[in-house]
């Protein structure tokens, strides 16, 4: 489902990272892990298509994607991956139900009012339709932000740091729901991460160890 | 949703700062489209008025005076000329038509003014009640004169002495009773009322000079009625039409250095007018470019910091499979809509504008401006605001357009 041969990048001013292969059925979990900087953010927009490799192949469900134009890219990440950033981005200009609805807008499609309301049912905010992203706390805004990742019932779910600052309770509550939603839409689920807990709440991911590799590369750029 | 509706609901996510921009863009686009409106009607008002009159011969002095107050009647006549000279440049083999003013009075600052009825057919003015005048002492209202006093058929009237309005004495004794009503020509006949050349010698003839020194007239005591107590009689001016267009080159020389009358050209004088009052126009346009500048200023300000604010929403439309393009598509949609709304504003305001100079101007029976017709030139003020809209959107959609998606998803 994910696979990535010899993958590298290069920072415009500054390291060349590169990856160890990695392989992932569709339906499974991965678990990056990685101190801060490792390059876990990139690798994650790499599988986006939203970084392009200096070097090496990401093909993602059956799609190498070093084959489409940066507008294909675009379109193709519209309808395959479901990306949760750290930062939520809710935009506070707009109802919950409008931010959603911004998926529909971005890729191009009509807007599926059943869909909207089904992904906001599913995560138990649907009541939340009508309010601004900066009336909600935090845990109500991460369901939100969820909702909208997988409107567009996306092939691959990439998450980034997705329990960064949340309690113990939350972060548990955050990643269940993360699982379950990869579930309901046959997702293959990606996880950047540093927290220890989530590799406890998710003890069948695969662990894919991010930075041996980059270590290595920032050690060949010394003298 | 469309990017047009997303626009506009992001523009008006910032309420203050969206009306801010839409007032200085309307008020831009409103002063220019006043100065288009008011130009423009009074080009037409002049050209109306001086439909096919070649030249106006009057007592000598200023020749811009002699158009104004003949053709325009909006200054005073300089003085008589006798009746007499005028019947002999009618015979004139190069004059095809000599129509003869006699002025002098007012009714409510309305201008009395004795004519022929050539007058009526020259400016091919179509009666809305009534006649034209038979008999002397019978008269014809412009159809401003008759919405502002409100007479109508039949009522009667007497003339004040002076064109100055309300400073001379009434003819008291000499009462003009209306015989027709014209309907509205939007030219000067609107605000005149027209009688018999013979009702203006009439009055005058049997008004009483006064026992003591008359006052000064500051407006002009120009009418022949101190002169008329004795033949010969006097009329104040002439309109003339050449019979053919050669005549321009001989008849005004001929009439200012051979007659006691002077000659002036209405199409030279106009020009002339019109250069001067064009320095007016000039600077009002150029106020609205002014006012168009900061605005589109500001529209560019407004659209940066947008671009600036919502960086993170613009990279995770981004994010979420939008084209660099549609992203750039969204702001550019913001500044039309601003544009789109403040063209319809600023006409809206330009010609609210126009109506009220419009109406203070009718109040002292001056030009007529309306704020109801539209002009060809108005297409522009859609065409400016886009203009003026897509100029400021540029910048910030390029900066749009190319917002780093990856970078920013990775700032914590």
């Given at each position: 489902m994910i696979e990535t041969r010899a993958l590298r990048y290069e920072y415009p001013s500054g390291p060349t990272l590169s990856f160890d292969d990695v392989d992932v059925r569709q339906g499974g979990t991965l678990l990056l892990r990685g101190n801060s900087g490792a390059g876990k953010s990139t690798w994650l927009a790499l599988a986006a298509g939203m970084l392009t490799p200096k070097a090496g192949e990401i093909v993602i469900a059956g799609q190498p994607l070093s084959r489409l134009s940066r507008g294909a890219r675009d379109a193709w990440r519209a309808r395959t991956v479901g990306f949760l950033p750290q930062k939520l981005h809710l935009s506070d200009a707009l109802t919950v139900e409008r931010n959603l609805a911004l998926a529909f807008y971005a890729a191009g499609?009509?807007?599926?009012?059943?869909?909207?309301?089904?992904?906001?049912?599913l995560l138990g905010v649907a009541e939340l339709a009508g309010r601004r992203p900066s009336q909600l706390s935090g845990g109500q805004a991460q369901r939100v932000a969820l909702a909208r990742t997988i409107l567009m019932e996306p092939r691959v779910i990439l998450a980034d740091e997705p329990t960064a600052s949340l309690d113990d309770e939350?972060?548990?509550?955050?990643?269940?729901?993360?699982?379950n939603c990869a579930f309901q839409c046959n997702a293959t689920l990606v996880i950047a991460t540093h927290d220890r807990r989530v590799q406890k709440a998710l003890p069948k991911a695969t662990v894919y160890q991010i930075g041996r590799a980059a270590a290595a590369a920032w050690s060949d750029t010394l003298p | 949703m469309k990017t047009v509706a997303l626009?506009?609901?992001?523009?008006?996510?910032r309420p203050l700062q969206a009306l801010l921009n839409l007032l200085m863009l309307t008020l831009g686009l409103a002063s220019i489209t006043f100065v288009l409106?008011?130009?423009e009607q009074i080009d037409r008002a002049f050209q109306r008025d001086l439909a096919g009159i070649d030249l106006v011969v009057g007592a000598k002095g200023s020749p811009m005076q002699l158009i104004l107050a003949g053709v325009f009647?909006?200054?005073?006549?300089?003085?008589?000329?006798?009746?007499?000279?005028?019947?002999e440049l009618r015979k004139h083999p190069q004059v095809a038509q000599l129509i003869p003013?006699?002025?002098g009075d007012t009714f409510r600052g309305f201008r009395i003014v004795g004519t022929t009825v050539d007058y009526l057919e020259h400016y091919k003015m179509a009666f809305a009640q009534g006649q034209a005048w038979v008999r002397p002492m019978e008269?014809?209202?412009?159809a401003q004169v008759a919405r502002s006093t409100g007479m109508v058929l039949g009522d009667t009237f007497v003339g004040s002495h002076g064109l100055g309005g309300g400073g001379g004495h009434d003819h008291g004794e000499n009462l003009y009773r209306i015989k027709g009503v014209l309907a509205p020509c939007g030219c000067v006949a609107d605000r005149l009322i027209l009688t018999a050349t013979e009702s203006v010698w009439q009055v005058h003839e049997k008004a009483p000079m006064p026992v003591a020194a008359p006052m000064p007239d500051a407006a002009g005591d120009t009418h022949e009625a101190h002169a008329a107590q004795e033949p010969p009689r006097e009329i104040t001016m002439a309109l003339i039409t050449y019979k053919s267009p050669l005549a321009a080159a001989t008849l005004p020389r001929w009439v200012n250095s051979s007659t006691r009358m002077q000659a002036a050209a209405p199409a030279l004088e106009v020009s002339r007018l019109l250069r001067l009052l064009g320095v007016g126009s000039e600077v009002l346009r150029g106020v609205g470019a002014v006012l168009l500048f900061t605005a589109a200023l500001s529209v560019f300000i407004a659209l940066w910091n947008a671009v600036r604010e919502r960086r993170e929403d613009l990279a995770m439309l981004r994010m979420l499979g939008a084209t660099p393009t549609k992203v750039a598509a969204l702001l550019l949609s913001e500044a039309l809509w601003l544009a789109l709304l403040a063209s319809v504003l600023g006409l809206a305001a330009g010609h609210g504008l126009t109506a009220l100079v419009g109406y203070m101007l009718e109040a002292?029976?001056?030009l007529p401006i309306s704020g109801r017709i539209w002009v060809p030139a108005e297409a522009w003020i859609p065409v400016a605001a886009v203009g003026v809209a897509t100029l400021a959107a540029l910048i910030p959609s390029v900066t749009a357009y190319r917002i780093d998606v990856a970078q920013l998803l990775n700032a914590r």
């Open positions: 499609v009509p807007e599926n009012r059943v869909t909207l309301t089904r992904a906001l049912g939350t972060a548990l509550t955050g990643l269940k729901l993360l699982e | 626009a506009f609901r992001y523009l008006w996510s409106l008011a130009s009647h909006i200054d005073v006549p300089p003085g008589n000329i006798s009746l007499q000279d005028a019947q003013l006699s002025m008269a014809v209202l412009g002292q029976h001056s």
